[in-house]
């Protein structure tokens, strides 16, 4: 056993997963712009600055979308993360921001969005690695090869695995299959050149169908806002409506070039 003081130094796998899915965002755009694209340090900067200010804004929308969902529920204040509630309103915000104040990337605007998102998806796998180790966002329980039994109650912070189904009952990894998808699409994305050029429209339409679907076998409750859908599948549909807006865009777009 560790003397306490020595415990205080250490932090829990989520967390620890959590940090490097943002350090593994971060330094993926900074490199790939840089080394990439050559992009000069002070163009990088303001992008990385609006970026900071996108992810403020991602951090907050996550959080009060999560309680906004509990509450209209159980009318409990329950402070919690819904990853989708906040990078639709953050990828807004990333855009807009510099479309009016990052005028000179106007047209390179397509392309450092490419950057961002693959960014994202790389981060957002070892963030679905650290809520597997943590024991949250569990499947439904299974009785297929992939099922997973998890341990007693300290690897998961809520218990909510065992208050929802007891112990010993074998769950889907809904993690790992989020995290084994998001590695795919990224090293796609990364290493295809015509679909690397349209990376932005692609994950739009990619993982707002996938997180559609994969809801169907989510274990933990996250609230309700429409019968039979889960509040993640309505914003995997606002997802999938954001792509559709924006090849309509380039269509329109092309046509007045014309």
């Given amino acids: 056993m560790l003397p306490e003081f020595i415990k205080d130094f250490f932090i829990d796998s989520y967390t620890l997963l959590a940090i490097i899915g943002v350090l593994s965002l971060i330094l993926y755009v900074i490199l790939y712009l840089e080394k990439k694209l050559n ?34 529920k159980s009318g409990e204040v329950r402070f919690g993360v819904t990853f989708l509630g906040g990078v639709i309103p953050g990828l807004i ?39 597997f180790l943590a024991g949250c966002c569990y499947g439904k329980p299974t009785d297929s090869i992939f099922g997973v039994i998890y341990p007693d109650v300290p690897y998961s912070p809520r218990g909510e695995i065992f208050e929802e189904y007891g112990e010993g009952v074998a769950v889907h990894p809904t993690q790992l299959y989020e995290a084994s998808f998001l590695l795919c699409l990224f090293l796609i994305l990364h290493f295809v ?39 993640s599948q309505i914003l995997s549909f606002i997802l999938i409506v954001m792509g559709a807006v924006v090849l309509l865009y380039r269509y329109y777009q092309k046509r007045s070039i014309k």
Wanted: with cysteine; proline share 3%.
């Fill in 93 to 131: 915000c990333f855009t807009l921001l510099n479309y009016y104040f990052n005028k000179d990337e106007r047209e390179n605007l397509k392309e450092i969005l490419g950057v961002l998102v693959r960014g994202i998806i790389l981060g957002h796998m070892f963030g679905r690695i650290g809520c």
């Fill in 39 to 72: 992009y000069s340090r002070k163009r990088v900067n303001k992008i990385l600055v609006i970026g900071a200010i996108s992810g403020v804004i991602t951090l907050v929308f996550a959080l009060l979308f999560d309680l906004l969902v509990h509450y209209l």
């Fill in 193 to 231: 050149p015509k679909l690397r050029e349209n990376s932005f429209v692609i994950y739009l339409f990619s993982y707002g169908v996938f997180r559609f679907f994969i809801e169907f076998i989510r274990g933990d409750d996250r609230g309700s806002l429409i019968p039979f859908l889960s509040p």
